[in-house]
């Protein structure tokens, strides 16, 4: 039973344009759901994250919006570049309880 | 610089051979974890430890073990009881189970059976 389920697979953006990452869940005691950046051959690294008290968080062009009620958080790339070129993987888990959950990956390229 | 050393980087494994796969960090993190990773299928916990002597089985520990003798240290070995072991392992840490601070991740250590 996948706990996360992220769409699309794969993205091809053009440079400059928006990539847009949705992820769903079903557990409504998740309460911390980040996102992970990873390179091919390297470990996957925190990128941005964020918790149901908030419905949206931005860090630079990297933007999560949350939707507590439809169970639905996504994240949004602006003015994409070629070097945000990677697979980016959200997360969830219950703080306090459990490790995180990950979904099954989105392969970005972004093109000039 | 603190952070999680994966060794080795690249791993071959006959059939029926039992292979240990490092990872040690020096972030003095309470938990640590074993991921798999497939083409596809995500990241898949293996094992994690909150604390050092204790650990727990993830959604895919068959086939696999591992021990917590010291905070620093999260080895993991891969028995011949896997019936498929190629993958991309990733080691992580983080302050404890319940952190929001997110997980550190080492390299990863790719294993392939030949």
């Known amino acids: 039973q996948q706990q996360v389920k992220q769409s699309p697979q794969s993205l091809i953006v053009q440079k400059g344009g928006i990539s847009i990452i949705n992820c769903a869940y079903e557990n409504t005691a998740f309460d911390y759901f980040p996102w992970y950046q990873q390179f091919p051959g390297k470990g996957p690294a925190l990128l941005i994250a964020?918790?149901?008290?908030?419905s949206e968080k931005k860090e630079g062009r990297f933007t999560i919006s949350f939707n507590k009620s439809a169970k639905q958080f996504s994240l949004h790339i602006m003015d994409s570049q070629p070097g945000d070129s990677a697979t980016y993987f959200c997360a969830a888990n219950e703080a306090g309880n459990t490790p995180l959950v990950f979904g099954k990956g989105t392969r970005l390229s972004v093109i000039a | 610089d603190g952070g999680i050393t994966q060794s080795p980087k690249y791993l071959f494994r006959k059939e029926g051979q039992n292979v240990t796969l490092s990872c040690e960090q020096n972030?003095?993190?309470?938990?640590m974890y074993w991921y798999r990773q497939d083409p596809g299928q995500g990241l898949r916990l293996i094992y994690y430890?909150?604390?050092?002597?204790?650990?727990q089985k993830g959604d895919i520990a068959e086939g696999y073990s591992v021990s917590r003798e010291k905070k620093e240290s999260f080895p993991l070995t891969v028995t011949s009881a896997q019936k498929n072991p190629t993958a991309f392992y990733l080691c992580a840490s983080s302050i404890p189970v319940w952190s929001f601070y997110g997980y550190t991740f080492g390299s990863g250590t790719r294993l392939t059976v030949v």
């Open positions: 430890s909150q604390i050092v002597n204790d650990f």
């Open positions: 972030l003095n993190h309470d938990a």
């Open positions: 964020i918790r149901p008290d908030v």
